[in-house]
T-cell receptor
Framework: DGGITQSPKYLFRKEGQNVTLSCEQN?????MYWYRQDPGQGLRLIYY???????QKGDIAEGYSVSREKKESFPLTVTSAQKNPTAFYLC????????????????FGAGTRLSVL | AQRVTQPEKLLSVFKGAPVELKCNYS??????LFWYVQYSRQRLQLLLR??SRESIKGFTADLNKGETSFHLKKPFAQEEDSAMYYC????????????FGQGTTLQVKP
């Protein structure tokens, strides 16, 4: 099953702890995204990255951090500053915006469910 | 401000009945809109996009700029259509960011 792999599937965080969610893609996509999914609120963008070594804050970046050291990897760290981390986290990727009509279609991972102990 | 609104949290219909999932948007210019679907225990996936003007799994969606709507329709619902449906809009910043609606759960009863 290629495409986008998120791990772990379930994650538990203790008070004051930072946790890191993994997202790897083998689609050779340039852009990657992190969303948070909460019931009744849809998907909200946390961070995104259009190229390696560059990333931008989304709508709800506070309490989160990311890195993009490799094209295929875009890990998300949920820091202790995020006071309400319990949610379903989705990673997505899309082809370079310069690739004509194929651009803007995002492909999603299976998600990581984060809970607080 | 750019926004997507899906007014119904839950839509429940019987098998064989017509389905319309509503989506309204706020956008200056020419929007690019999508419908994504999430079946139970499956990942979120693209259902259709308005620029393709195609029918997928019997679903169609027409962009109505006058009413700023992009409703998803199917003439005869099937039980396997039961899922969460999200309407989404591409952000105008040319970064590929998607703006999602709140989602509508479609429940098709036998």
């Amino acid at each position: 099953d290629g495409g986008i792999t998120q791990s772990p599937k379930y994650l538990f965080r203790k008070e004051g702890q930072n946790v890191t969610l993994s997202c790897e893609q083998n689609l050779n996509h340039d852009a990657m995204y992190w969303y948070r999914q909460d019931p009744g609120q849809g998907l909200r963008l946390i961070y995104y990255s259009q190229i390696v070594n560059d990333f931008q804050k989304g709508d709800i970046a506070e309490g989160y951090s990311v890195s993009r050291e490799k094209k295929e990897s875009f890990p998300l760290t949920v820091t202790s500053a995020q006071k309400n981390p319990t949610a379903f986290y989705l990673c997505a990727s899309s082809i370079d915006a310069a690739q004509g009509t194929a651009k803007n279609i995002q492909y999603f991972g299976a998600g990581t469910r984060l809970s607080v102990l | 401000a750019q926004r997507v609104t899906q007014p119904e949290k839950l839509l429940s219909v019987f098998k064989g009945a017509p389905v319309e999932l509503k989506c309204n948007y706020s956008y200056s210019g020419s929007p690019e809109l999508f419908w994504y679907v999430q079946y139970s225990r499956q990942r979120l996936q693209l259902l259709l996009r308005h620029i393709s003007r195609e029918s997928i799994k019997g679903f169609t969606a027409d962009l109505n700029k006058g009413e700023t709507s992009f409703h998803l329709k199917k003439p005869f619902a099937q039980e396997e259509d039961s899922a969460m449906y999200y309407c989404a809009l591409i952000d105008s910043s040319n970064t590929g960011k998607l703006i999602f609606g709140q989602g509508t759960t479609l429940q098709v009863k036998p």
